[in-house]
């Protein structure tokens, strides 16, 4: 009743000043609510441009109806509207995010379809290339302690031979001649081990340094990083060419983009009573998921749930009290802060500034495709040499392998070192 009576006066105002447009305004905004008998005629008359009778029939209309409106608190009301307009602009945010998103969801799917494979086939020659370089540091360090555990193994006889000697010159006359053959024996076994455990002690230092050099060498951490960035490039991109997308004309990405638009503002978690954050929170989720997939039907079927099952009730429709309103008034305000700031952040980054300019995709993908094909020949080409140093490529010859050479990860370090 009262905004019926509150729109009649602003018909009656609307009236003197001679303005049919916001006189046509409200009747669409009366005609949507519960009206009585007396009010459907007061519309008809207007409708008929008999506002002269009209203007009577609203002036008794409002005398006779006044003393039914309870009072009214016009801070309330006036929070009620901040809040309303609060709304407004964090809806208008989020469109305009959703709109960024959209864009970048719709370009990564482009960039994956139209260089994906090459992508990844030039991540995988990278790790190869990173692996076969460190594999011969690798190869280098077994190298020098395969040699040391040679000499540690010949220092080892040697200390047995030396003690087996020892042994059997204390069963010996200690003034025989043959306890003097053997002693001397026993000395030149003696310097002997010496020499090789000097030997031994450098042969450590090498390994040490070999060690050293693999443990601290940047390339490892290169080959390491590199395989993670080609395992995680594998797997989004077997997300994206798993997931189902449609392609649309450009009327149905339209009618997407509005019907999506509808829907969120009927179910958006940010805008309506608490007690329904959770449901809409779920609906939004689904209701995004099909956006990013271009999924018209779903879609518009959620927008008609919405709109023919029982709508979402908006906290300025609802709140009745003020202290919830300045509370809710001060949620939506943050909120919007952070908004325009993801918003900022967004639309000043390289990337998307890169996607914005772009004004011919297709000649864009052409031009990645050819750099990437020209970087994929020379890692083949490199990787080819690595594996094949002695031999020169050919277009016969199949590309090496180097995790076929793969060293075992056991057995390579020691305390000794």
């Not at 139209?114 to 991540?123: A, D, K, S, T």
């Not at 990173?130 to 040391?148: G, N, P, S, V």
């Not at 099952?309 to 949620?331: E, H, M, P, R, Y």
Request: net charge negative.
């Amino acid at each position: 009743m009262q905004q019926i009576l509150k729109r009649l006066e602003l018909i009656k105002t609307s009236i003197t000043l001679e303005d049919e447009e916001i006189i046509e305004l409200q009747i669409i905004k009366i005609k949507a609510m519960d009206i009585d008998d007396s009010v459907a005629d007061i519309l008809k008359q207007l409708e008929q441009q008999h506002f002269s009778s009209a203007f009577k029939a609203i002036e008794a209309y409002i005398n006779q109806n006044t003393g039914l409106v309870a009072y009214e608190d016009k801070e309330l009301n006036a929070l009620k509207l901040e809040l309303k307009s609060l709304e407004r602009q964090l809806q208008a945010l989020v469109e305009r995010k959703n709109d960024c998103d959209t864009e970048l969801d719709d370009f990564n799917r482009e960039y994956h379809a139209n260089l994906g494979e090459i992508i990844h086939q030039v991540l995988q020659l990278r790790a190869q290339i990173l692996q076969q370089q460190l594999l011969e540091k690798q190869l280098a360090f077994e190298k020098h302690k395969q040699a040391y555990d040679a000499q540690k193994e010949n220092v080892s006889e040697s200390k047995q031979k030396i003690a087996e000697q020892e042994a059997l010159l204390d069963s010996l006359d200690d003034f025989s001649e043959e306890y003097d053959a053997l002693y001397e024996a026993c000395k030149a076994l003696q310097e002997e081990l010496n020499a090789q455990e000097e030997q031994l002690s450098e042969q450590r230092q090498k390994v040490k340094l070999a060690k050293s050099e693999l443990e601290e060498d940047p390339v490892h951490e290169e080959y390491i990083e590199a395989q993670e960035e080609s395992a995680q490039f594998e797997e989004e991109y077997a997300i994206i060419k798993a997931d189902e997308d449609y392609e649309l004309t450009p009327d149905e990405l339209s009618a997407l983009k509005l019907a999506y638009r509808k829907a969120c503002k009927l179910c958006h978690p940010d805008i309506v009573s608490d007690e329904l954050k959770d449901q809409a929170h779920e609906i939004m989720i689904e209701l995004n998921a099909a956006r990013k997939k271009k999924d018209l039907k779903r879609v518009t079927e959620i927008l008609l749930a919405l709109q023919s099952g029982t709508q979402f009730d908006v906290a300025s429709d609802t709140i009745q009290d003020k202290t919830l309103l300045n509370l809710k008034i001060s949620d939506i305000k943050q909120k919007i802060i952070v908004l325009n700031n993801e918003i900022d952040i967004l639309e000043q980054n390289e990337e998307y500034q890169e996607i914005r300019n772009i004004t011919d995709k297709p000649d864009y993908f052409v031009a990645l495709n050819k750099g990437l094909q020209a970087e994929k020949d020379r890692l083949t080409q490199l990787l080819f040499t690595l594996t094949n140093p002695a031999e020169s490529i050919s277009d016969s010859e199949p590309l090496a392998n180097p995790s076929s050479n793969k060293p075992e990860e056991d057995g390579y370090w020691s305390d000794e070192f």
